[in-house]
C-alpha cells in the first residue's frame, strides 16, 4: 500500500484510548474556577463598586469610568493567583474566528526592578494593531486603528496553556467612530432593542414594563473527529477543513448504527476531557452523543443568556480543537467535511423571557397564553416577513453544501409549529376560537383563555425554524458559524413586529382590548401563515408549493447575501441602530469576499491535487497495465488480455477526461468572477477523481480513503 496511507493507518491502530489518568474527578466546586464571574466579584469588590458594575450589566446603564480601576485591581489580584502572566482582550473580528493580543502584566519601574499592574484603562480599552482585520472599508473611510472595549456582562476567563495562563477579557471591536468591527457590538445592540420591544408589549397588557428581558440561547454544536494521521496526510482537509475528494464508501450511515450508538472509548476520553475544561470555564456542557454519521458528534449546553452563550459557543468550537489536538485528533468544524455524509450544522434554540416568565411557553392562565400567542403570531409575522435576512445571516461557503441537501433543511425558511398549535391559530384565523384540539372552551380573550396543553406533537426535523414547547429552534446555522449573526437578525426582527403590534394594541380602548387583540391576531396570521409549513421540507413538492406561496429561495451564497443590502433592510437596521448604512455595507463586502476567496482556494487546491496526486497515481496504473498488455503481447498467452486492455482502456480514458477538467478548472480560475464556474468545473473534476478511485489499484491510492478516515480511530 501506498506508504503514507499505510503509516497513518498504522499509526492510529497503535493509539492509546485516550490519557485517562491525567484526569481527575470533577466536583461541583471546581464549577467556573477559571471564571472571574459575579459571586466572585461580590467577593473581592468594594460593596459601592459591585452595586454599580451590577447597575451596568443587569439594567444596562452606561458603564461607570470610575469604578474601573477597583474592578482591574481585583480581577488582576485573581488572575495572578490563577497563574496569568498575560491580559488579553478576547474579541470576535469578521473572520468569523476569535482574536487575542496578549499584554504582559509586567511593568518595567526603572533600576532593573519591575511590578505587575493592570489599570481601569487597561481593562476597558485597548487598541490592538487591527489593520489587518477585514472592515469592508470602513477604517480606511475613517481611521485606521480598531479599538476594543470591555463587556462586563460576560465575565473575564482564564485561558491555560501548558507553560502558563492568559486572563481573557470579552471586548467588543469597533473603528474610531464607533463603527462595528465585529460581531458582538450588533448582537448587543439588538438585544437592546429587543429588550425595549418586549417592555412595550407588555405594558400593553398591563405590566408596568420595568421587568427584565433575557434573550436565552442553547446552541447545539455538531461536529466531526478523525485522527490527526489521516488528516495530515490529506491537504484538502489541512487546506480548506473538508475533503474536495474521496468516494463514499459502500457503508457509512444507511444502517443508522452510529446515532445514539455506544461512545468508543478514545472518543469518550476525548469527550470527558472537553466537559471537564468547558466546566471549568463555566460552560454548562449538558448533553454529549454520537450524530448520524459515522465519526459525527454533538455536544450541547444548557440554555444561558445570549451574549454569554454566543461568547461560549466560540469558546467551546476553541476547546474541542484544542483537546482533540491533546488526544491525537482533529476536530473538523466545516459544515460538509464528507461528501455524501451528513453534514453539521448548529442548532439554534432561542427564547425570550420577561421577568420570571418564558413568553413562549404556553402557560397555565388566559393572561399568559394571550401573551403567549401575541408573541408567537408577531414571530410568525417577523419570519415572513424577513426570512430573506434570516437565510442570510446563515450564508457561507461551507454551508451551501449543506442546506437543501436532504439532511439540513432546505434554503427556503418556513415555521414548524406543530399540529395543536396550528389549529389553534387556524381557528383565530376564522374568527371562531371556541376550542383547542384537546379539550375545553376557549377565546382569545385575556380572562376566557384556558391552560394551552404543552405541544405533544412530533418534532419535525426537516424544519428549519421549529417552535419545540417552548423556544424556537433555528437549526440552518452551520456547525462553524458563529451564533452572533444569526441572533442579531432574529432579535431586530422580532423587535420590529412586537413594535409593529404594540403599536396596533396601544390605540385599543381598554373595553375593547381583547376583541382588538383577536382582531389583530387574525390580522397578522392571515396575512402571514403562508410561511408557516408543518409537512416535510425535503420534498419537491414543498419547494413547488414554497414557490406558489412567493417565499424566496436562495440556495448560493452570494445571492443569499444581497439581502443584507437590500434597502428596506438598510432601513430596518437604520431603524433600531443595529447596523448603520456603512456597517451593513462593510458586512455585505467582507462576506461576499470571504465566499469567493475561499471558493477561489478551493480550485486552486482542486486543480493542484488533480495535477500533483491523482494523475499521476492513475499513470502509475496505467504504465503498470501498459507494461503488463506489452509483455502478454510478444507471447501466446490469451486469457487475461483483454481484460488488461480493458482496465488500461477505463483508466486511460478516465485520466483523459480528469485532464480535461483541470483545462476547464484553469481557464475559470482565470476568470475575475469564476466562482458559480469554479464550482461546477470542481464538481466534475471530482467526479472523474472519485471514479478513479474506485478503480485504481488500493495499494497505489495515495490518500486516506473515506472508510478509513471515518472508520478507524
Ligand atoms: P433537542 O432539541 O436535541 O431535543 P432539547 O430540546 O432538550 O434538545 O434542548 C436543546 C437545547 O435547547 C439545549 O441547549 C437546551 O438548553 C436549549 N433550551 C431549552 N430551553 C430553552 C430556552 N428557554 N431558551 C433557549 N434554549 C433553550
Ligand atoms: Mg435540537
Same mark, same amino acid.
Given at each position: 500500500?501506498?506508504?503514507?496511507?499505510?503509516?497513518?493507518?498504522?499509526?492510529?491502530?497503535?493509539?492509546?484510548?485516550?490519557?485517562?489518568?491525567?484526569?481527575?474527578?470533577?466536583?461541583?466546586?471546581?464549577?467556573?474556577?477559571?471564571?472571574?464571574?459575579?459571586?466572585?466579584?461580590?467577593?473581592?469588590?468594594?460593596?459601592?463598586?459591585?452595586?454599580?458594575?451590577?447597575?451596568?450589566?443587569?439594567?444596562?446603564?452606561?458603564?461607570?469610568?470610575?469604578?474601573?480601576?477597583? *474592578?482591574?485591581?481585583?480581577?488582576?489580584?485573581?488572575?495572578?493567583?490563577?497563574?496569568?502572566?498575560?491580559?488579553?482582550?478576547?474579541?470576535?473580528?469578521?473572520?468569523?474566528?476569535?482574536?487575542?493580543?496578549?499584554?504582559?502584566?509586567?511593568?518595567? *519601574?526603572?533600576?532593573?526592578?519591575?511590578?505587575?499592574?493592570?489599570?481601569?484603562?487597561?481593562?476597558?480599552?485597548?487598541?490592538?494593531?487591527?489593520?489587518?482585520?477585514?472592515?469592508?472599508?470602513?477604517?480606511?473611510?475613517?481611521?485606521?486603528?480598531?479599538?476594543?472595549?470591555?463587556?462586563?456582562?460576560?465575565?473575564?476567563?482564564?485561558?491555560?496553556?501548558?507553560?502558563?495562563?492568559?486572563?481573557?477579557?470579552?471586548?467588543?471591536?469597533?473603528?474610531?467612530?464607533?463603527?462595528?468591527?465585529?460581531?458582538?457590538?450588533?448582537?448587543?445592540?439588538?438585544?437592546?432593542?429587543?429588550?425595549?420591544?418586549?417592555?412595550?408589549?407588555?405594558?400593553?397588557?398591563?405590566?408596568?414594563?420595568?421587568?427584565?428581558?433575557?434573550?436565552?440561547?442553547?446552541?447545539?454544536?455538531?461536529?466531526?473527529?478523525?485522527?490527526?494521521?489521516?488528516?495530515?496526510?490529506?491537504?484538502?482537509? *489541512?487546506?480548506?477543513?473538508?475533503?474536495?475528494?474521496?468516494?463514499?464508501?459502500?457503508?457509512?450511515?444507511?444502517?443508522?448504527?452510529?446515532?445514539?450508538?455506544?461512545?468508543?472509548?478514545?472518543?469518550?476520553?476525548?469527550?470527558?476531557?472537553?466537559?471537564?475544561?468547558?466546566?471549568?470555564?463555566?460552560?454548562?456542557?449538558?448533553?454529549?452523543?454520537?450524530?448520524?454519521?459515522?465519526?459525527?458528534?454533538?455536544?450541547?449546553?444548557?440554555?444561558?443568556?445570549?451574549?454569554?452563550? *454566543?461568547?461560549?459557543?466560540?469558546?467551546?468550537?476553541?476547546?474541542?480543537? #484544542?483537546?482533540?489536538?491533546?488526544?491525537?485528533?482533529?476536530?473538523?468544524?466545516?459544515?460538509?467535511?464528507?461528501?455524501?455524509?451528513?453534514?453539521?450544522?448548529?442548532?439554534?434554540?432561542?427564547?425570550?423571557?420577561?421577568?420570571?416568565?418564558?413568553?413562549?411557553?404556553?402557560?397555565?392562565?388566559?393572561?399568559?397564553?394571550?401573551?403567549?400567542?401575541?408573541?408567537?403570531?408577531?414571530?410568525?409575522?417577523?419570519?415572513?416577513?424577513?426570512?430573506?435576512?434570516?437565510?442570510?445571516?446563515?450564508?457561507?461557503?461551507?454551508?451551501?453544501?449543506?442546506?437543501?441537501?436532504?439532511?439540513?433543511?432546505?434554503?427556503?425558511?418556513?415555521?414548524?409549529?406543530?399540529?395543536?398549535?396550528?389549529?389553534?391559530?387556524?381557528?383565530?384565523?376564522?374568527?371562531?376560537?371556541?376550542?383547542?384540539?384537546?379539550?375545553?372552551?376557549?377565546?382569545?380573550?385575556?380572562?376566557?383563555?384556558?391552560?394551552?396543553?404543552?405541544?405533544?406533537?412530533?418534532?419535525?426535523?426537516?424544519?428549519?425554524?421549529?417552535?419545540?414547547?417552548?423556544?424556537?429552534?433555528? #437549526?440552518?446555522?452551520?456547525?462553524?458559524?458563529?451564533?452572533?449573526?444569526?441572533?442579531?437578525?432574529?432579535?431586530?426582527?422580532?423587535?420590529?413586529?412586537?413594535?409593529?403590534?404594540?403599536?396596533?394594541?396601544?390605540?385599543?380602548?381598554?373595553?375593547?382590548?381583547?376583541?382588538?387583540?383577536?382582531?389583530?391576531?387574525?390580522?397578522?396570521?392571515?396575512?402571514?401563515?403562508?410561511?408557516?409549513?408543518?409537512?416535510?421540507?425535503?420534498?419537491?413538492?414543498?419547494?413547488?408549493?414554497?414557490?406558489?406561496?412567493?417565499?424566496?429561495?436562495?440556495?448560493?451564497?452570494?445571492?443569499?447575501?444581497?439581502?443584507?443590502?437590500?434597502?428596506?433592510?438598510?432601513?430596518?437596521?437604520?431603524?433600531?441602530?443595529?447596523?448603520?448604512?456603512?456597517?451593513?455595507?462593510?458586512?455585505?463586502?467582507?462576506?461576499?469576499?470571504?465566499?469567493?476567496?475561499?471558493?477561489?482556494?478551493?480550485?486552486?487546491?482542486?486543480?493542484?491535487?488533480? #495535477?500533483?496526486?491523482?494523475?499521476?497515481?492513475?499513470?502509475?496504473?496505467?504504465?503498470?497495465?501498459?507494461?503488463?498488455?506489452?509483455?502478454?503481447?510478444?507471447?501466446?498467452?490469451?486469457?487475461?488480455?483483454?481484460?488488461?486492455?480493458?482496465?488500461?482502456?477505463?483508466?486511460?480514458?478516465?485520466?483523459?477526461?480528469?485532464?480535461?477538467?483541470?483545462?476547464?478548472?484553469?481557464?475559470?480560475?482565470?476568470?475575475?468572477?469564476?466562482?458559480?464556474?469554479?464550482?461546477?468545473?470542481?464538481?466534475?473534476?471530482?467526479?472523474?477523481?472519485?471514479?478513479?478511485?474506485?478503480?485504481?489499484?488500493?495499494?497505489?491510492?495515495?490518500?486516506?480513503?473515506? #472508510?478509513?478516515?471515518?472508520?478507524?480511530?
Amino acid at each position: 500500500m501506498n506508504s503514507d496511507r499505510k503509516n497513518a493507518i498504522a499509526s492510529v491502530l497503535a493509539h492509546e484510548d485516550g490519557a485517562e489518568s491525567e484526569l481527575k474527578p470533577f466536583t461541583a466546586e471546581d464549577y467556573g474556577i477559571d471564571v472571574f464571574h459575579f459571586t466572585r466579584m461580590k467577593d473581592r469588590l468594594p460593596k459601592p463598586v459591585y452595586q454599580k458594575l451590577m447597575d451596568t450589566v443587569g439594567e444596562g446603564q452606561p458603564l461607570d469610568s470610575t469604578i474601573a480601576d477597583a *474592578v482591574a485591581h481585583a480581577m488582576k489580584e485573581w488572575a495572578l493567583e490563577k497563574g496569568a502572566t498575560h491580559y488579553t482582550h478576547w474579541f470576535q473580528p469578521l473572520t468569523g474566528a476569535t482574536a487575542e493580543k496578549h499584554d504582559s502584566f509586567l511593568d518595567p *519601574v526603572g533600576n532593573g526592578q519591575a511590578i505587575l499592574s493592570f489599570s481601569g484603562k487597561n481593562l476597558i480599552v485597548s487598541e490592538p494593531d487591527a489593520s489587518s482585520f477585514p472592515s469592508g472599508g470602513i477604517r480606511s473611510t475613517f481611521e485606521a486603528r480598531g479599538y476594543t472595549a470591555w463587556d462586563p456582562t460576560s465575565p473575564a476567563f482564564i485561558k491555560r496553556g501548558r507553560n502558563g495562563a492568559t486572563l481573557c477579557i470579552p471586548t467588543a471591536f469597533c473603528a474610531y467612530a464607533g463603527e462595528a468591527l465585529d460581531k458582538k457590538t450588533p448582537l448587543l445592540r439588538s438585544m437592546q432593542t429587543l429588550s425595549k420591544a418586549v417592555k412595550r408589549l407588555m405594558m400593553c397588557f398591563g405590566d408596568d414594563g420595568t421587568k427584565n428581558v433575557r434573550v436565552t440561547l442553547g446552541p447545539e454544536q455538531e461536529y466531526f473527529l478523525i485522527d490527526e494521521s489521516f488528516y495530515y496526510a490529506r491537504p484538502d482537509l *489541512v487546506q480548506t477543513g473538508r475533503t474536495l475528494f474521496g468516494a463514499p464508501p459502500p457503508k457509512h450511515q444507511q444502517l443508522e448504527d452510529h446515532y445514539f450508538g455506544a461512545i468508543k472509548p478514545r472518543i469518550l476520553a476525548f469527550m470527558t476531557d472537553v466537559d471537564s475544561n468547558l466546566w471549568k470555564l463555566g460552560i454548562p456542557a449538558k448533553t454529549r452523543h454520537n450524530e448520524v454519521a459515522p465519526a459525527q458528534f454533538e455536544i450541547a449546553p444548557v440554555f444561558e443568556e445570549l451574549n454569554l452563550a *454566543v461568547d461560549h459557543n466560540m469558546l467551546l468550537m476553541e476547546v474541542l480543537r #484544542r483537546t482533540a489536538e491533546k488526544h491525537g485528533l482533529v476536530c473538523l468544524l466545516h459544515e460538509k467535511p464528507f461528501t455524501g455524509i451528513n453534514g453539521s450544522g448548529k442548532h439554534n434554540n432561542w427564547s425570550l423571557t420577561y421577568g420570571n416568565v418564558n413568553l413562549l411557553n404556553p402557560g397555565s392562565d388566559p393572561h399568559q397564553n394571550a401573551i403567549f400567542l401575541t408573541t408567537l403570531c408577531a414571530i410568525v409575522m417577523a419570519i415572513d416577513k424577513h426570512s430573506d435576512l434570516l437565510r442570510t445571516s446563515t450564508a457561507s461557503a461551507g454551508n451551501d453544501h449543506r442546506l437543501g441537501a436532504n439532511e439540513a433543511p432546505p434554503a427556503i425558511i418556513s415555521i414548524f409549529i406543530g399540529e395543536q398549535l396550528a389549529d389553534i391559530i387556524d381557528q383565530i384565523e376564522k374568527g371562531s376560537l371556541k376550542s383547542s384540539k384537546q379539550a375545553g372552551t376557549m377565546r382569545i380573550g385575556v380572562d376566557t383563555l384556558p391552560a394551552l396543553p404543552r405541544d405533544s406533537t412530533d418534532r419535525n426535523r426537516t424544519s428549519p425554524f421549529a417552535f419545540t414547547s417552548n423556544k424556537f429552534e433555528f #437549526r440552518a446555522p452551520g456547525s462553524s458559524q458563529s451564533c452572533a449573526g444569526c441572533n442579531v437578525i432574529l432579535n431586530t426582527i422580532i423587535a420590529d413586529s412586537l413594535n409593529e403590534v404594540a403599536g396596533e394594541l396601544e390605540k385599543l380602548p381598554k373595553a375593547g382590548f381583547n376583541s382588538g387583540l383577536q382582531e389583530l391576531l387574525r390580522k397578522i396570521i392571515k396575512a402571514h401563515k403562508r410561511i408557516i409549513f408543518n409537512g416535510d421540507n425535503y420534498s419537491t413538492a414543498w419547494k413547488e408549493e414554497a414557490a406558489r406561496r412567493g417565499l424566496p429561495n436562495f440556495p448560493t451564497t452570494p445571492d443569499a447575501l444581497k439581502a443584507l443590502v437590500a434597502p428596506a433592510n438598510i432601513a430596518l437596521f437604520e431603524k433600531y441602530g443595529v447596523f448603520s448604512r456603512v456597517e451593513a455595507h462593510s458586512r455585505y463586502e467582507i462576506f461576499t469576499e470571504e465566499y469567493h476567496r475561499k471558493i477561489r482556494i478551493e480550485g486552486e487546491l482542486s486543480l493542484n491535487m488533480a #495535477r500533483t496526486i491523482f494523475l499521476p497515481a492513475g499513470s502509475k496504473q496505467l504504465s503498470e497495465l501498459a507494461k503488463t498488455i506489452a509483455v502478454m503481447s510478444g507471447t501466446d498467452l490469451k486469457a487475461g488480455f483483454s481484460t488488461q486492455k480493458a482496465m488500461a482502456e477505463t483508466i486511460g480514458r478516465l485520466l483523459d477526461s480528469i485532464h480535461a477538467e483541470c483545462g476547464r478548472l484553469e481557464k475559470a480560475l482565470s476568470l475575475r468572477d469564476g466562482s458559480a464556474k469554479i464550482v461546477d468545473s470542481m464538481a466534475a473534476l471530482r467526479k472523474s477523481v472519485d471514479f478513479l478511485e474506485k478503480n485504481v489499484d488500493d495499494e497505489l491510492w495515495p490518500l486516506p480513503k473515506y #472508510r478509513e478516515m471515518l472508520f478507524i480511530s
